[in-house]
Antibody, heavy 124, light 108 residues
Framework: EVQLVESGGGLVKPGGSLRLSCEASGFTFSYTWMTWVRQAPGKGLEWVGRIKSKTDGGTTDYAPPVKGRFAISRDDSKNTLFLQMEGLKTEDTAIYYC???????????????WGQGTLVTVSS | EIVLTQSPGTLSLSPGERATLSCRASQSVSGSYLDWYQQRPGQAPRLLIYSASSRATGIPDRFSGSGSGRDFTLTISRLEPEDFAVYYCQQYGDSPLTFGQGTKVEIK
């Protein structure tokens, strides 16, 4: 069974830092692209960024509002995804979800999986 | 960045009725790489449709997606009580990936 479990959320002051983790199980983590999505209270979904598998280059992409402040990384030996957040702003307050998509063949989706989310609150 | 605009913002319908949700992109979506998600209160989103028209595993056939280029549609043929929720489109053809602002389907 695929499981994604986020941790590390909490209350942080504006300008502060926080590191979120997402522990994965039930699939071959090292082969899989991983994504962070967030949702501010009462608002819509916002894509934060993604990291490709090392076999696909291991590169990262970010949404403009977080580029230069957030960094996504992965530890394939621990099946864990990270989101390092620096220079936090009040508008970064949101539930942060990690997610992934698994394919059993090109163009044929096996599943789309989300964690339960972790709440980050940026407030003085 | 591709901006996705969903309409209407809110759709008020009765169970058994047909729902038609629209997602318009500011530029053509590469490969028709467009998803539709459903989100119920307090839950993570659930993928309904990927690649514009392919139903995800376990999704009832009353959900269908269509479209290409800039215009995409999610149709729910006959609304069940559990379908009243918020629906989002997302394009994954170009980075940064982007979501629409959502359409709320509410009980009339």
């Amino acid at each position: 069974e695929v499981q994604l479990v986020e941790s590390g959320g909490g209350l942080v002051k504006p300008g502060g830092s926080l590191r979120l983790s997402c522990e994965a199980s039930g699939f071959t983590f090292s082969y899989t692209w991983m994504t962070w999505v967030r949702q501010a209270p009462g608002k819509g979904l916002e894509w934060v960024g993604r990291i490709k598998s090392k076999t696909d280059g291991g590169t990262t992409d970010y949404a403009p509002p977080v580029k230069g402040r957030f960094a996504i990384s992965r530890d394939d030996s621990k099946n864990t995804l990270f989101l390092q957040m620096e220079g936090l702003k009040t508008e970064d307050t949101a539930i942060y979800y990690c997610k992934t998509r698994l394919w059993y063949a090109p163009g044929s989706l096996s599943g789309d999986y989300w964690g339960q989310g972790t709440l980050v609150t940026v407030s003085s | 960045e591709i901006v996705l605009t969903q309409s209407p913002g809110t759709l008020s319908l009765s169970p058994g009725e047909r729902a038609t949700l629209s997602c318009r992109a500011s530029q053509s979506v590469s490969g028709s790489y467009l998803d539709w998600y459903q989100q119920r209160p307090g839950q993570a989103p659930r993928l309904l449709i990927y690649s514009a028209s392919s139903r995800a595993t376990g999704i009832p056939d009353r959900f269908s997606g269509s479209g290409s280029g800039r215009d995409f549609t999610l149709t729910i043929s006959r609304l069940e009580p559990e379908d009243f929720a918020v629906y989002y489109c997302q394009q994954y053809g170009d980075s940064p990936l982007t979501f629409g602002q959502g359409t709320k389907v509410e009980i009339k």
